[in-house]
Structures are given as structure tokens and as C-alpha cells.
């Protein structure tokens, strides 16, 4: 009798550890998705902030604005695990107050797969808006005929305009 019962119990102990390692299998994975989400996420803020940075500075066009934000998913996306692509796009808006940054990027499966369970693609945005106006400072020296006094002295004339 206790023979049945120990040779019942390992019956069922096989018949389950599949299932269990797909779920715990599955779990992980899963766990990985919700942090490669957060890792896309901050290079979304990273590189929204950084293409608003562009828009301060004059004649950005949505080209510009692009270009910002593929350096910024270059240089912090080459951390991620996988080696999978990014997919990196952005938005400028009409009044040049908003950039816009839509990242995504297929999520590695490492045991779903294996069941046949696919993840799919991770999709982040970020929006930054751009507040108030940055100040416009420039300097200029005196005159001409005191760069010599540069040289000779180690002195400037020179006065700083900022403009808000």
C-alpha cells in the first residue's frame, strides 16, 4: 500500500514538473518584458529630452529633431540585452512646443517560445514640453586694440548681455 501511494505521488510529481517549469519559464520571461519596458522607457525620456534641447536651439525642422533622438537610442540603447533593433520615431509639433518620441522593440523570449507563447513587441512614448524661453547670452569686448593688452597684461574689457 505505501508503495502505491509513494509510486502515485511521483506519477503526479512527472505529470506536473512540466507544467510547472513552463509557468516559472513563462514568469521570467515576462519578468524580463516589464524590465526591458523600463529600460525603453527612460531612453524615451532621455532622448525626448534631448530633442527638445535641439528645439531650443533655433532652426530645428522634424529632421533635426529625428536625428537628436536616433544619437540618443544609439548611445543608450547599445545597453540593452538581445542586440535587437530599436525602432525609434518622433514628432515635432506645428508650434515647436512638443517633441514626441515612439520607441519599441521586440521582447527576447527565452522559454515562451519554447511553448509557443511569443511576447511581441514593447512600445514606450515619451512627450516633452518645452516651457518658457531660454536666455540669450552673448559677450563682447571692448575694442579691437585691447586684444594686445590680452597678451601683455592678462586682463579683458568685456561685457555680458543676457536676454530672457
Request: hydrophobic content about 50%.
Amino acid at each position: 500500500m505505501l508503495f502505491r501511494s509513494r509510486a502515485s505521488t511521483a506519477v503526479q510529481f512527472a505529470l506536473a514538473l512540466p507544467v510547472l517549469a513552463a509557468m516559472v519559464g513563462v514568469g521570467v520571461d515576462y519578468a524580463g518584458a516589464l524590465q526591458l519596458k523600463a529600460k525603453l522607457q527612460t531612453i524615451a525620456d532621455s532622448a525626448a529630452l534631448g530633442a527638445a534641447r535641439e528645439v531650443r536651439l533655433g532652426n530645428t525642422t522634424g529632421t533635426t529633431v529625428q536625428a537628436a533622438v536616433d544619437r540618443s537610442v544609439a548611445a543608450l540603447g547599445s545597453a540593452l540585452p538581445g542586440g535587437l533593433p530599436i525602432d525609434a520615431t518622433s514628432a515635432l509639433a506645428a508650434d515647436r512646443s512638443t517633441v514626441r518620441v515612439d520607441l519599441s522593440r521586440q521582447a527576447n523570449s527565452n522559454f515562451a517560445r519554447l511553448i509557443g507563447v511569443s511576447i511581441g513587441r514593447i512600445s514606450v512614448t515619451a512627450t516633452a514640453r518645452l516651457m518658457g524661453g531660454a536666455p540669450l547670452c552673448f559677450m563682447a569686448l571692448r575694442s579691437e586694440e585691447h586684444t594686445s593688452e590680452l597678451q601683455s597684461h592678462s586682463f579683458i574689457s568685456y561685457a555680458v548681455f543676457c536676454l530672457k
